[in-house]
């Protein structure tokens, strides 16, 4: 069982940057593949980044190509985004998610947290 709880959503301007935490609990995370994904009002949740369990591999959407970036923290049990030069398409829920390996279903979801960028 993973817990997971998202934080540093926000208000930016575009152009800014903001940079995305989601705190895990539970043993096994260390060993999950981790992601994130986002939701805008009336899209469908979409894919932006994820990390193979040992952060040595990594893959990103297209639209956050050399925008963004994901890392973990496997001693700390935290995985991040970076998000830079903002851009008002990018304003979303953010979700951390979980999977046991790459390629598996994301099992386990935290609630979000709000990005807004304003133009």
């Known amino acids: 069982q993973v817990q997971l709880v998202e934080s540093g959503g926000g208000l930016v301007q575009a152009g800014g940057s903001l940079r995305l935490s989601c705190a895990a609990s539970g043993r096994s995370f260390r060993t999950y593949a981790m992601a994130w994904f986002r939701q805008a009002p009336g899209k469908e949740r979409e894919f932006v980044a994820r990390?193979?369990?040992?952060?040595?591999?990594?893959g990103y959407a297209d639209s956050v190509k050399g925008r963004f970036t994901i890392s973990r923290d496997n001693a700390k049990n935290t995985i991040t985004l970076q998000m830079n030069s903002l851009k008002p398409e990018d304003a979303a829920v953010y979700y951390c998610?979980?999977?046991?390996?790459?390629?598996?279903?994301?099992?386990?979801w935290g609630q979000g947290t709000q990005v807004t960028v304003s133009s």
């Open positions: 990390t193979s369990w040992s952060g040595g591999s990594t």
């Open positions: 998610a979980a999977a046991p390996n790459m390629g598996t279903a994301w099992t386990y």
